[in-house]
C-alpha cells in the first residue's frame, strides 16, 4: 500500500508562482517514477510533468519551461515549481507514482488532491 500526500496548492494571479509538494510512504519498492496531474473542471486528468528515479524528466507541452519537477528521494518527497502561472493552469493537481519503461506507468495510487486557482 502507498500513500501520497499532497500540498501547496492556493490561490495566485496570472504570473505568480506556486510549489507543490508530494509526499510517499508505503511500500515503494517498485517505483522508479513519480508523476503530476492535472485535472481541470469538465476535462479529463493530464499528465503534466514526471520524473524517474534517476532524475530524468518530461513535462507536458503546455508546461514546459514554466514548471519544474523535483524529488528529494531522502524525504521520499515530490515537487512541482510552477512558474508564469495563466489562467488555463487551473485544476487540481495530483501526484502519482508508477513505473517508468520507454512512457510512463501510473500505478493506481493517488493523493487527495491540491487545488491550483490563477486568477487573470
Known amino acids: 500500500q502507498v500513500q501520497l500526500v499532497e500540498s501547496g496548492g492556493g490561490l495566485v494571479q496570472a504570473g505568480g508562482s506556486l510549489r507543490l509538494s508530494c509526499a510517499v510512504s508505503?511500500?515503494?519498492?517498485?517505483?522508479?517514477?513519480m508523476g503530476w496531474y492535472r485535472q481541470a473542471p469538465g476535462k479529463q486528468r493530464e499528465l503534466v510533468a514526471i520524473?524517474?528515479?534517476?532524475?530524468?524528466?518530461n513535462y507536458a507541452d503546455s508546461v514546459k519551461g514554466r514548471f519544474i519537477i523535483s524529488r528529494d528521494s531522502a524525504k521520499n518527497t515530490a515537487y512541482l515549481q510552477m512558474n508564469s502561472l495563466k489562467p488555463e493552469d487551473t485544476a487540481v493537481y495530483y501526484c502519482?507514482?508508477?513505473?517508468w519503461g520507454g512512457g510512463y506507468y501510473p500505478y493506481d495510487y493517488w493523493g487527495q488532491g491540491t487545488q491550483v486557482t490563477v486568477s487573470s
Open positions: 502519482n507514482v508508477g513505473r
Open positions: 508505503g511500500s515503494i519498492f517498485s517505483i522508479n517514477a
Open positions: 520524473i524517474t528515479n534517476v532524475y530524468s524528466t
